[in-house]
């Protein structure tokens, strides 16, 4: 399902969601509002993808929202003015929600803005990001709650960790050539581009 979001006093304007041709959103995901979803990406089915709070949302190229991920935001207007504490500046733009190109958002994962994901990182499932930001290159293991931390790039969270002061994002572990998931993500964008290709050339 991809559809408008609603007037209301947080969100003034109506918007279509903005998907790129060569994306796959199953029928049963819903993307709706101020979403932008870059190319090659999958969105799997009970996905949701709402732009109709906090606004925009971003999910990059070749990027993927497996089964049952939500990602939504706090509001980022109100009464026509904006909240400024609820965006994040990623490369000169803000965005309620930012997920980077590469990036594997596995089974249920939240992603509640505002947030950013960049580039080439994996979230494990079950993994909840709220008031964050996570580096480049990273993966966060299953069960992972971060909040109101800065990631570095290159680290990992070992899996069911609470990451809540930014002293315990600074020393989380990098990831180093012994690091048995540090390939990972490779393989799941993988599946998830190829998923996307072959569902869009079934439908036609």
């Known amino acids: 399902m991809i559809e408008k979001n609603v007037v209301a006093d947080f ?10 041709p060569s994306a796959y959103v ?7 509002g101020h979403v932008i979803i870059g190319k090659n990406v999958m969105v799997s089915p009970t996905a949701c993808v709402r732009g109709d709070e906090g606004q925009p ?16 935001a706090l509001e980022t207007e109100m009464n026509g ?9 990623v490369n000169g733009k803000k965005y309620a929600v930012y997920v980077g190109n590469r990036v594997s ?12 994901v960049l580039d080439d990182t994996f979230v494990g499932m079950k993994v909840l990001v709220f008031r964050s930001s996570v580096g480049v290159g990273c993966v966060i293991e299953p069960g992972v709650i971060l909040m ?10 070992p ?11 600074d020393k989380l572990p990098q990831i180093t050539e012994n690091y048995p998931l540090k390939d990972l993500n490779k393989g799941v964008v993988h599946v998830n581009t190829s998923l996307a ?8």
Not at 26 to 32: C, G, K, N
Not at 159 to 169: H, L, W
């Open 81 to 89: 003015k904006t909240v400024e504490k609820n965006l994040m500046e």
């Open 197 to 204: 290709k072959g569902y869009l050339a079934a439908e036609k």
């Open 57 to 72: 949302l971003y999910v990059g190229d070749n990027s993927n929202v497996q089964d049952g991920v939500v990602i939504h």
């Open 159 to 169: 899996v069911g960790s609470v990451i809540s002061t930014q002293d315990q994002a």
């Open 26 to 32: 199953h029928p049963l995901a819903a993307v709706i």
């Open 105 to 116: 958002l596995a089974h249920q994962v939240q992603i509640h803005g505002p947030a950013v």
């Open 11 to 20: 969100s003034a304007v109506v918007s279509d969601p903005v998907v790129d």
């Open 148 to 157: 109101g931390v800065k990631v570095p790039d290159r680290r990992y969270v």
